[in-house]
């Protein structure tokens, strides 16, 4: 099975633009998580999709929002760009339904300038 | 709420010597457990994981950890390191209530020394 893919892997934005990151899931596994990575926060969840219901949420601001399609592939926005917003993003997926280990993908890297 | 606490945000072993990673974790109810690793540019990939039964978990690249909840923790340890072992690892915890939700701790980065 072909892992998590993560389009693109690499952006660069400036700030006050908006931003969208793709996430295809592992095929049959329902569930997407999304993770913001940086050096002084580490690893933080932003939301989880499930069968395109937002089942989680961390705590983000509203500028950070997210959504699933009926394919399970999971799409990330974040609005009016700002410095601090430049990490590496990770997405999950699992096949949903209990607690699973989850499985990243490579991540996409923004950078803010 | 739950919680990881990774003791040490810098290890140094020698190769062929012990490798001992600390994570302890804060849970309400009882936990599910897993480690995983991260290389340089790349996302993070499961070594282990303990959810329920036996406390001893063995995983990837000869890693294992075992479950005390006496003590609340979840170490991992490899008997004999090896120079490809050298990344950042990360301690998660996640519960039934909070679907795929994990919590991670702050990461340990392992350098292994020739």
């Known amino acids: 099975k072909a892992g998590v893919t993560q389009t693109p892997r690499y952006l660069i934005k400036t700030r006050g633009q908006q931003v969208t990151l793709s996430c295809s899931p592992i095929?049959?596994?329902?569930?997407v998580s999304w993770y913001q990575q940086t050096p002084g926060q580490g690893l933080q969840f932003l939301f989880e999709?499930?069968?395109?219901?937002?089942?989680n949420k961390g705590n983000f601001p509203g500028r950070f929002s997210g959504r699933q399609f009926s394919n399970s592939r999971s799409e990330m926005n974040v609005s009016t760009l700002e410095l601090g917003d430049s990490a590496l993003y990770l997405c999950?997926?699992?096949?949903?339904?209990?607690?699973?280990?989850?499985?990243f993908g490579p991540g996409t890297r923004l950078t803010v300038t | 709420a739950q919680s990881v606490t990774q003791l040490g945000s810098h290890v140094s072993v020698s190769e062929g010597a012990l490798v001992l990673l600390r994570c302890n974790y804060s849970s309400s109810v009882p936990p599910y457990l897993f480690w995983y690793v991260q290389y340089p540019n790349q996302g993070l990939q499961l070594l282990l994981k303990?959810?329920?039964?036996?406390?001893l978990v063995k995983g990837i690249n000869g890693f294992e950890a075992e479950f005390k909840k006496s003590e609340t923790s979840f170490h991992l340890t490899k008997p004999s390191a090896h120079m490809s072992d050298a990344a950042e690892y990360f301690c998660a915890v996640s519960q039934e209530s909070s679907g795929d939700k994990l919590t991670f701790g702050t990461g340990t980065r392992l350098a292994v020394r020739p």
């Open positions: 999950a997926s699992t096949p949903g339904g209990t607690v699973y280990e989850q499985y």
């Open positions: 095929s049959g596994h329902r569930s």
């Open positions: 303990y959810t329920t039964g036996a406390t």
């Open positions: 999709y499930f069968s395109e219901t937002q089942r």
